[in-house]
């Protein structure tokens, strides 16, 4: 009877396999921390008061420009639109990004935005509770500084204010400061124009009780954030070497199969849809975002991941139940559908969560499902359902782990009574179950241990003459891991073309 790669490779060769793997991932890992940039990159904005004059309110092409040749008539502060009479809602806080003297590329993939309000302390003139600000906002974009700007979308929205005073309400603290939480703003999908203009109005309407009781606002503050060009170059150059590899190992495992004289069994088949999830998210499609307007990429890019967590957990739920050992008959993936179950239902909330987000952000860049308490309250029920889909498919792994482990020891002490091709047999199950369950556990605590590492850090370690870029090596290294992963589940658990024969029945055991 044959069995996989690893039961009949020798322990020479298994190092052998096991040291060019560890070679491969260190040198991912270096990848991001030496050559590649940090991620992403922040710019701080603070937008510019323009007045409007001629209250256009973005009918026709009149935008306002907060520096330049064509830049608009500005105020400093709103004291002095008091003194000059003017109202608030002819008061415009633009934003050009990005800063002068520079160009947005489409290298930098997506921008999202962030916003908070400078909001002064007034005894006649306090935050109340639940304060909704309401915003016209419009977003345009230009290639040239001699062009015209083009509307890319324009939309009224709302942001309910989470801020808090800290010390005394007293008129000795007017003029200080609310300490405001970050809201969000915008997020758009490529960066596929060179400049963009945001031009932001708080109309107030004291009949509709439209901006009232949001308290004195002073300034509007932004914090553009982008992925780094030369992170997302390295990035696609990764994606381009690693597709043609995964591609080429799966091609040739499912050949493997195929020259058996037996159907493909269920592990096989599900280490091979593991392939194929592993493929689809290594496709470099992205290398066309540079050159085309592709706004859905964000969730196109979530949703492949979507698929392959579900492929990878729906796989190691199989794996434990093909190795239980009980002769219970396994070999078809309805026997899982109780552990299954959760991983499609969870893995269908986080989808309708993403449609919601995302999806609407196709259309309205400015959208935000927290913004609202519907919104925020659905998504929470969306993330609860996938979090409690998650503990559940946690406890059935566990168990199904435990079980495995159980009758491994049941059947250790049997062992020496089967005969030699069974005696092989279950042996060779024992040593690739354990070998799985000893990668995948490193393969995870390497991923949250170096999660950690990069969030509690600076960024960046200063070694030697060299800049260590963490969060760069985090992405590109647990990246490179997982594909390691489902390279080497199709190498070593491809069907080995051995038989159990007379050199192994003459007392050689396998994996030595």
């Not at 801020?163 to 999908?189: H, I, Q, S, W």
């Not at 060009?229 to 696609?236: D, I, L, R, S």
């Not at 792994?397 to 030699?420: D, E, W, Y």
């Not at 040593?431 to 960046?460: D, P, Y």
Request: aromatic share 16%; hydrophobic share 45%.
């Amino acid at each position: 009877m044959a069995g996989a790669i690893i039961e009949n490779m020798s322990t020479k060769k298994l190092v052998i396999v096991g040291v060019i793997l560890l070679l491969f991932q260190a040198f991912s890992f270096m990848v991001g921390g030496l050559i590649a940039p940090s991620p992403t990159t922040a710019v701080h904005y603070l937008a510019t008061k323009c007045v409007d004059t001629v209250k256009t309110h973005h009918k026709g092409s009149n935008w306002f420009m907060p520096w330049g040749p064509d830049q608009c008539s500005k105020i400093r502060d709103f004291d002095e639109a008091m003194a000059k009479r003017i109202e608030a809602n002819n008061i415009v806080f633009a934003v050009h990004i990005p800063l002068p003297n520079r160009e947005m590329s489409a290298w930098f993939q997506f921008m999202l935005v962030i916003l908070q309000f400078d909001i002064a302390f007034r005894m006649q003139n306090q935050i109340e509770d639940g304060a909704l600000v309401t915003m016209d906002v419009g977003l345009a974009y230009r290639d040239s500084t001699l062009s015209e700007w083009t509307e890319m979308a324009h939309s009224t929205e709302h942001r309910k204010l989470s801020c808090n005073f800290t010390a005394t309400k007293t008129y000795e603290n007017e003029g200080r400061y609310y300490e405001c939480d970050l809201l969000p703003f915008m997020e758009v999908g490529s960066v596929a124009h060179k400049y963009y203009l945001l031009n932001i109005r708080l109309p107030v309407n004291e009949r509709k009780k439209v901006n009232i009781g949001i308290g004195e606002i002073k300034d509007i503050r932004l914090v553009s954030i982008h992925q780094n060009g030369g992170f997302t170059k390295v990035w696609f150059a990764m994606k381009t070497f690693l597709t043609p590899s995964v591609l080429i190992i799966m091609i040739w495992y499912w050949r493997r199969i195929t020259q058996m004289t037996r159907p493909p069994v269920l592990l096989e088949k599900i280490i091979f849809a593991l392939g194929i999830s592993m493929t689809f998210i290594n496709m470099p499609v992205e290398w066309f975002s540079v050159g085309f307007n592709w706004t859905w990429m964000l969730l196109f890019g979530d949703i492949r991941q979507g698929i392959f967590y579900a492929m990878l957990l729906s796989f190691w739920i199989v794996f434990c139940g093909e190795h239980l050992m009980d002769q219970t008959e396994r070999n078809r993936f309805s026997v899982y559908w109780k552990q299954v179950g959760p991983i499609v239902f969870g893995s269908f909330c986080l989808f309708i969560f993403d449609m919601c987000e995302r999806g609407v952000q196709l259309k309205n860049p400015f959208y935000s499902i927290w913004a609202s308490d519907v919104g925020t309250e659905l998504a929470m029920a969306f993330i609860i359902v996938a979090g409690i889909c998650a503990c559940l498919y946690f406890l059935f792994l566990c168990f199904m782990v435990f079980q495995v482990f159980r009758n491994i020891s049941g059947k250790r002490s049997s062992l020496p009574a089967m005969t030699k091709a069974r005696r092989l047999h279950y042996e060779g199950l024992i040593f690739r179950f354990k070998f799985l369950m000893l990668v995948t556990l490193a393969c995870a605590a390497m991923t949250v241990i170096f999660f950690i590492i990069s969030q509690v850090n600076e960024g960046h370690w200063h070694w030697g003459g060299y800049t260590v870029q963490v969060n760069s090596a985090f992405f590109t290294g647990i990246y490179g891991m997982w594909n390691l992963y489902v390279f080497a589940l199709m190498f070593l658990y491809a069907p080995s073309h051995k038989r159990y024969g007379d050199e192994q029945s003459s007392g050689e055991t396998p994996g030595q």
